[in-house]
């Protein structure tokens, strides 16, 4: 994988991003059992959403892609400590992405996902991670290795602990190889949920 280069995105570069997101995460077994398993009407949802998403992780954060040469192969976001939790602004926002989605119905099943993940939000400073994914073709391949080290180093220089949520068990296999421990465990609308956090090192 020494080919892959990580650097940070632009403004520009957000909404390929985000396309890239919903495109690896249609499937990801929370997004199913919260917004329904038609994937034509899902991913497109996703997409917009992830584009609202990662204008605020960029402004309050850092969002960085993983580069095969021109092509984007895979992102991640992370968000500075005071930041992990939507202010009335983006709540709106997110509405009326749902309200154009035909997906204002699935409002509840939202609130008791996102109730679930605050319980377990860290009451020390952390960066937030999330979201990640890498091209669905690519998978498997290392790029997911290259992303994590990076986000390992920016934290361990800015002296952080990281924190994420995943429903994947090969994220946490993946997670776990950079110092995340997983802190709790817990069904979330049917779906095992995973909470991991990641001290400094030197």
């Not at 939790?85 to 709106?92: A, L, M, S, V, Y």
């Not at 999330?130 to 669905?136: L, Q, S, Y």
Request: glycine share 10%; aromatic share 6%; hydrophobic share 40%.
């Amino acid at each position: 994988m020494s080919h892959i280069v990580v650097r940070r995105l632009g403004r520009d570069d957000l909404a390929p991003a985000a396309r890239l997101l919903a495109g690896s995460m249609r499937d990801n077994p929370l997004h199913r059992s919260v917004f329904g398993s038609d994937e034509a009407r899902l991913e497109p949802l996703l997409a917009r959403s992830f584009v609202r998403l990662l204008q605020r992780q960029w402004r309050h954060g850092l969002v960085l892609g993983a580069h095969d040469g021109p092509a984007t192969v895979g992102v991640v976001a992370m968000v500075e400590p005071g930041h992990c939790r939507f202010g009335i602004r983006d709540k709106i926002g997110m509405l009326g992405l749902l309200a154009r989605g035909g997906a204002l119905h699935r409002v509840p099943r939202i609130r008791r996902w996102l109730a679930a993940w605050k319980r377990h939000d860290p009451d020390v400073d952390h960066w937030h991670l999330g979201p990640a994914a890498v091209e669905r073709s690519l998978q498997g391949q290392g790029i997911g290795t290259v992303l994590m080290t990076e986000v390992c180093a920016q934290l361990d220089q800015r002296r952080a602990v990281g924190y994420l949520e995943t429903d994947k068990d090969a994220n946490v296999r993946l997670y776990r190889r950079g110092g995340f421990e997983v802190i709790a465990e817990q069904p979330v609308l049917g779906v095992t949920n995973w909470f991991m956090l990641r001290h400094p090192r030197p």
